[in-house]
């Protein structure tokens, strides 16, 4: 290497993430449910990263909709999707990824080797989350192109591994590339990611605390507001599930509260769920006789699963946050400004292209190796 000439760090920031997604930073904003729509995603793909739509909770009627709002508004299709298999509309999902041959999708419980290979033939990119060592190798199994692996720390639901531990356990096991999540905000965290050998980093939390989020003010404050990790916490009583979000009344209620408290307090919730998606009372009385009938706290759970993009829109939609969940990674408290997407993701890679060059300084330095 020729050290005497100036080096470009930002190439530094090419990587497999780059070069496959089609974006100018090795940047990922991920999907969030209420939180991810069209705007999101056009200010990330402005700004040079990569944003993929929260097709979880945009309603059947809008998703193609906001779909092509963002070609409309970015001028191509260099973008993802986010979807469960076990929503209603996953099918639609599957079906205009394709139709549209968007850039990439991401799950969690992912489609069978036969709908993954579907995607394939449209050249849209699967890039599933996985929170375990074995779910990473699993997904690859069944055909990911690449993983994203979120540590503990992540926001929403979540696994009980640390991303500093299931990075570098993934990156051992896999030849796909890797992007960490969880935790991250900071260009500090993308050169680290990076090193390690990571092609990138993808973000949740930082991006909802961005004034490109559609996220009310009282809700966001709350967010801004919360200055301890250990404030936001896991708590399995919303469905069963390892879930981590702001410690606020509503959760409280929900752990407070035995499991036909919780059943109460769920079917409270589906009763207002039930005018967005047309569950019928026949259902509903169904699912509370089967309660007292059989097993009243795994019943409160399913119906609170379905529940959950309620939960969420009375935080994330209507702003009452002590009213819903408050989905977070601990990475929150050490978040002090809600910035715009393209203040946050310049500031990552400006920051992480100063710690390559500090790195990089240090060769000048006298070394003494302690290494054999
Ligand atoms: C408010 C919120 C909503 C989320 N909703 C979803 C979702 O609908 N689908 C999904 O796959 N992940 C969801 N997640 C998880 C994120 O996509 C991402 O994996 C996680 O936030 C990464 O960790 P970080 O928050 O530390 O950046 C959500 C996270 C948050 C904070």
Redesign the pocket.
Known sequence: MNRDAPFDFSALLRTPLTEALGCRYPIVQ????W?ADANLVIATTRAGGFGFL?G??IEAHRLEGEIRNVIAATGGTNFGL?FHMFQENAAQCVDLAIQYKLRAV???RGPDKKTIARFKQAGVLCIP?VGALKHAVKAVELGADMI?I?GG?????TGGVPTTILLPQVLDAVKVPVIA????STGRGLAAALAAGAAGI?????F?MSTDAPTPRATLERYVAVDDPQKIRVTLAVDGMRHRMIDNPFIRRLEAAGPLGRLAIALKSAWAWKAQTGMSVGHMLGVLRQAIREDAGAVSQTVMSANQPVL?QRS?VEGRPDEGIL?????AAAIGELQSCDELIRGVAVEAEACFARLYSRLDAPVTSTAA
Request: no cysteine.
């Open positions: 991920t999907a969030m449910g939180v929260a979880a909770t986010n991401s799950y969690g989350t994203t979120q720390e992540g926001g929403g639901h999540a969880g935790g991250y993808a973000m949740g939390t930082r909802l969420l994330m989905p977070s990674g601990q990475v």
